[in-house]
């Protein structure tokens, strides 16, 4: 059954969305001899210089969805928040890993948060708003400080906003666009870690050292692996992992992102993708995040996620990229650029992987 559905290399790919999660996607791809059509909104994207093809269209453009459907053998996506309607369209076509179901759970933050707790998995409390007295509401039930969140769209801490002492509900629902969204008591976390981790077509799972992630103004930072915790925490945060990529049927890479608190890990949220935390792998890992989920969507056998040593990647973000000359003299330093013109405040423009073995 499996073997059926599995391609070979030759086989191409279709990759939605064009960022740099796009192009290390594409060049591990293309070390498997196989090739990749992205589709993109945007111009200039930096996964369309290492791809074999490419398409700029609109994600309602039919026409140009179909013929990018008709161009590949299997569709994945870089990016969550693609629309639902979009992923359902090239479903009818081509197969989507992982599925359109998964996409359509991880956008919305309650729903997200309803099937994690469903599985026995603690989160944060959290409670829906969709308008100010439900937040009133909320926040009686919940306390202070809590986030409010907007349940779509929301990443690197954008859509998002702190209820402190004296906060004014009204004016804080407002400054999110009065839009359906979820309060959540705050977590006092000593640590952020993740746990990036591969579902192959035949069901088996396979994760990554679990990585301490650092953010600096909601974007990442650092990611030091292995985290610093006990080997029971690593485990049991491998096990969380596992069994939300078995409850969705996931195929594909896939990030788990938690709160330790004390003893207990709280999950925050799901990347249905290649994510940042992971991308330490290029370097420190037999396989990396991205060629495992390519193995994964084309229903290859995944590679072994042994770690080198332990390592620090280190995300260079708008005029951090200018270290460049300096970063490519120092030995066990990995350099990887996005290739982005323009280096704005707040953009992801590389990172740095330092080996520490
Ligand atoms: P998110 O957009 O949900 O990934 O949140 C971005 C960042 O905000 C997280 O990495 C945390 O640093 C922080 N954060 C989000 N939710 C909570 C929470 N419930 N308690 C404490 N910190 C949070």
Known sequence: MTKDRALAPGARIGIIGGGQLGRMLALAAARLGLSCHIFSPGEGEPAFEVAAQFTIAPYDDEPALA???????????????????????????????PSPRVLALTQDRLV?????????????????????????RAVGRIGRPSILKTRRFGYDGKGQTTIKEG?????AFRSLGNQPSILEGFVPFAMEVSVVAARGLDGEFLAWDVGENVHDNHILDTTTVPARMSPDLLRRAA?????????????????????????????????????????????????????????????????????????VMRN???????????????????????????????????HVTFLKA
């Open 67 to 97: 013929r990018f459907a008709a161009s590949v053998d299997v569709i994945t996506y870089e990016f969550e928040n693609i629309p639902a309607a979009t992923a359902e369209f090239l479903q009818k076509l081509k197969p989507v890993r």
């Open 112 to 136: 997200e948060k309803d099937f994690i707790s469903k599985l026995g998995i603690g989160v944060a409390p959290y409670a829906q708003v969709d308008d100010a007295g439900a937040l009133a």
């Open 167 to 171: 906060a004014d509900l009204a004016v």
């Open 239 to 311: 096990e969380k992992a596992q069994k939300i990529a078995e409850a969705l049927d996931y195929v594909g890479v896939l990030a788990v992102e938690m709160f330790l608190v004390g003893q207990t890990l709280v999950v925050n949220e799901i990347a249905p993708r290649v994510h940042n935390s992971g991308h330490w792998t290029l370097d420190g890992s037999v396989t990396s995040q991205f060629e495992q989920h390519i193995r994964a969507v084309c229903g290859f056998p995944l590679g072994s996620t042994r770690a080198h040593g332990p390592v």
């Open 316 to 350: 260079l973000i708008g005029d951090d990229i200018n270290d460049w000359r300096e970063l490519l003299r120092q030995p066990g330093a990995c350099l990887h650029l996005y290739g982005k013109s323009e280096a704005r405040p707040g953009r992801k423009m590389g």
